[in-house]
């Protein structure tokens, strides 16, 4: 897994890690220009083309833009470097960096050094038709809003048309994933050396653009030293552990059995979705136990699957007489799926949590099964459970408020996974799953995955994976990263609004393949 650290505390850590070391913080600088040089060349093949202009602050960041100015000259490669401070106002590596580049021959013979003051600085000066405009104004240290003077060119630069926009580390302007001031709005993000949380979520995400790392030097394991909050990001690598191949002599019934508990009138969808996900994703088995006035329509769609036909309510939903059956059933089940398409039916809801109290299972709870313990919260504990919430369901189930969740949702979600002592996936942009003592966010998927039945695809993977290899926190950062990858591969076909939730079933088998062969 890689190491992911708040923006807030990287500065920090660094300067640890620099000390322990004993590297002197210049070679970082150097390796980080030089690293976001390779990474300019290898996603823009065509940079001679383009008018490359960097503009550049007074910190650090401004000192990665000067180290990649003179490697860009290198290449004989013409640069307009805009300055917002002067020589005088530069601090330590980033003034030693400048110096360098005056003392070259590359101030006359390819870089175009404009001292900035206001907008009117850049006019007659630069074309920026067809620009690659890099951002080393701002670096991570940065905090609050900008000045008027440097708000008024990020809004400048953001507004030109037919250009390129490629931060260091961070966009400058950047401080919080859930600001409200503006920021420069990167096409890529070339991060240094680690990702950076507040650069993952909301506004932070949509500011940094595509986000690629650069090697400055310093080992992953460096950083996980000091990862004290022990947030991470899925590598396919973690995935891959998980998946196994079956055994050779193995059948149907040894590799994993799924109880999926869903279904009512007028969601039939949401049942038949998650357990042909469940099938997809290993389980050898899946029984599918539903109200028996919807059993019709669900034997005649899935017929791979099992279905069970139980007593209902007036409502078509599940009752409480429906008990014994699926008593017997989850003494049979690896894993047992509760939730989609329940509905809120008041009786069906105490069915789900007598099920939940009186059975030791691994459940997987998704969609209106987390809904019956809003209230009840404490039946979950010690119950091998994993709950699959999109920040909706979650603040209903624990009394937040949205905003302070989406605030605050690393806290409160290790502080109820810890409390509860559950594996708690909040199905979010990116999607996250922590067991209290891990923060895990899964780097797979895009906008194409908000699409109705979605989630019900990614609680039956999560079953699917659970009933196979027993492990929570596992199969859940498995699962999202299987789901997300399916979705990536729909966005590359159809782009970003036309993926259905059935689609995601018949890239699943291919996604783990591709995983498991890697």
């Known amino acids: 897994m890689k190491n992911i650290y708040f923006n807030s505390e990287i500065s920090c850590i660094e300067k640890l890690i620099i000390s322990s070391l004993k590297i002197p913080a210049l070679i970082l600088m150097e390796n980080a ?16 083309d383009h008018q490359i202009i960097i503009f550049t602050g007074k910190g650090n960041n401004a000192g990665d833009g000067f180290v990649t100015a003179r490697h860009l000259c290198n290449l004989k490669l013409d640069v307009k470097l805009v300055m917002l401070s002067g020589r005088k106002d530069l601090s330590g590596d980033a003034g030693i960096n400048f110096d360098i580049l005056k003392n070259s021959k590359y101030i006359s013979e390819y870089i175009s050094v404009i001292k900035y003051k206001s907008i009117s600085d850049l006019k007659g000066k630069i074309n920026f038709e067809n620009s690659l405009i890099i951002d080393a104004i701002f670096g991570v240290g940065f905090k609050g809003e900008p000045d008027k003077k440097t708000a008024e060119l990020i809004k400048f630069i953001n507004g030109i048309e037919n250009k390129k926009i490629v931060s260091a580390d961070v966009p400058s302007g950047l401080s919080k994933y859930d600001q409200k001031s503006e920021a420069v709005r990167a096409d890529i993000t070339v991060t240094m050396s680690i990702k950076k949380f507040d650069s993952l979520f909301y506004c932070g995400r ?7 790392t650069a090697d400055i030097g310093i080992s992953e394991n460096e950083f996980t030293k000091y ?15 998980l998946l196994t191949a079956r055994k050779i002599n193995s059948n149907k019934y040894t590799n994993g059995k799924t109880l999926v508990i869903a279904g009512s009138k007028g969601l039939t969808g949401a049942a038949y979705l998650s357990s042909l996900s469940a ?14 006035s919807v059993n019709d329509i669900l034997e005649i769609k899935m017929t791979e699957v099992m279905t069970m036909p139980l007593s209902e309510t007036e409502e078509c939903t599940l009752n409480m007489n429906a008990y014994e059956k699926i008593r017997e059933k989850i003494i049979w089940a690896d894993c047992v799926l509760i939730g989609p398409g329940l509905s809120k ?4 809801m105490e069915l789900v949590r007598h099920i939940v109290k009186n059975n030791d299972a691994n459940y997987v709870i998704d969609a209106d099964g987390l809904y019956a313990f809003k209230d009840h919260l404490r039946l979950l504990m010690n119950k091998n459970v994993i709950l699959t919430p999109h920040f909706g369901e979650f603040a209903g189930m624990t009394g937040m408020n949205l905003r302070e969740l989406i605030n605050s949702f690393y806290y ?9 002592k559950v594996t708690l996936v909040l199905k979010n942009s990116p999607t996250v799953i922590t067991d209290g003592n891990d923060f895990i966010i899964n780097p797979a998927g895009k906008e194409n995955l908000a699409t109705a039945g ?6 039956g993977i999560t079953a699917g994976l659970y009933s196979v290899t ?7 950062v498995a699962a999202a990263y299987i789901h997300g990858k399916c979705g990536d591969i729909l966005y590359e076909k159809s782009g970003s609004s036309s993926t259905l939730a059935g689609d995601l079933i018949n890239e699943i088998a291919f996604v783990k393949n591709k995983i498991f062969s890697a």
Request: aromatic share 8%; net charge neutral; proline share 3%.
């Open 412 to 420: 409160a979600g290790k502080e109820f996974a810890k409390k509860y």
């Open 206 to 212: 949509e500011f940094s653009g595509k986000i690629l």
């Open 227 to 241: 990862n004290l909050n022990r947030i991470f990001e899925t590598e396919e690598a973690d995935v891959k552990k």
């Open 33 to 48: 220009g030089r690293s976001f040089t390779e990474i300019l060349l290898r996603e823009f093949p065509d940079i001679k």
């Open 279 to 292: 099938m997809r994703a290993g389980s050898g088995a899946v029984i599918t136990a539903v109200p028996e």
């Open 345 to 348: 039916n008041a009786e069906t």
């Open 454 to 459: 979605s989630g019900d695809v990614l609680s």
């Open 470 to 476: 027993g492990k929570a926190k596992e199969s859940s």
